[in-house]
């Protein structure tokens, strides 16, 4: 159980172009789902929790117009990376839980590369 | 604002010698979780660990909460190859409404056979 899928796994973009990624807990509803930043060899970092149906909070420094995040469903969450430029380039993780306090089940990333 | 430290960065050792990754945060947390990070992978959620004092076992990994709940380590006994990966605790504050977790940066075990 607590399976989390993300689609695309892999993407290529031009700069300027929006790039949207989705994560869906298939066997669970997810009350809460976080999206991450993580670079090569670091930790990772949140960028912003949405619950569903509400507006996401953002983390610091983080640019609400930039990362544009949806939480349509109890197992729908999708990330607008938008007018996407090279330093937007990162491995895009997000994670659901199904409570608050209760463990983040993973997707598998995605692989963003903006040229 | 909270920050949890999590040390060594990088362990290498022996396959069949222990390793321990420690963690160390700077408030109290409600709960801290430990994740494993295979190269090329996810992170998947190995444990939770909720009371003060609390210690948990899975085989060869065995999981500490420190009295404070502001502290936790990781302890595996006899590395295999296969426990090769990144290790990453992560705190949930406790208060938290939100449940965001903060993690470590993680300690990378490599295990040479």
């Known amino acids: 159980g607590a399976v989390v899928s993300q689609h695309p796994s892999r993407v290529i973009c031009k700069s300027g172009t929006s790039v949207k990624i989705e994560c869906r807990s298939l066997d669970f509803q997810a009350t809460t789902m976080f999206w991450y930043r993580q670079f090569p060899k670091q930790s990772l970092m949140l960028m912003a929790t949405?619950?569903?149906?509400?507006?996401?909070?953002?983390e610091q420094g983080v640019e609400k117009d930039k990362f544009l995040i949806n939480h349509a469903s109890l197992t729908l969450s999708t990330l607008t990376v938008t007018s996407a430029h090279p330093e937007d380039s990162s491995f895009y993780i997000c994670?659901?839980?199904?409570?608050?306090?209760?463990?983040?089940?993973f997707g598998p990333g995605t692989r963003l590369t903006v040229l | 604002g909270q920050q949890v430290m999590q040390i060594p960065q990088y362990q290498h050792v022996q396959e069949g010698e222990d390793f321990t990754t420690y963690c160390n945060s700077s408030t109290t947390l409600s709960n801290i979780q430990w994740y494993k990070q295979r190269p090329g992978g996810h992170p998947v959620f190995l444990i939770q660990l909720v009371k003060s004092g609390e210690v948990k076992k899975q085989k060869r990994l065995t999981f500490q909460f420190g009295e404070a709940k502001k502290n936790s380590s990781l302890h595996i006994t006899a590395t295999q190859t296969t426990d090769v990966g990144t290790y990453f605790c992560a705190g949930e504050e406790r208060g938290s409404t939100l449940g965001r977790l903060y993690f470590g940066r993680g300690t990378q075990l490599t295990v040479w056979p």
């Open positions: 949405s619950n569903e149906g509400s507006k996401a909070t953002y």
């Open positions: 994670s659901a839980s199904g409570r608050k306090g209760w463990a983040q089940y």
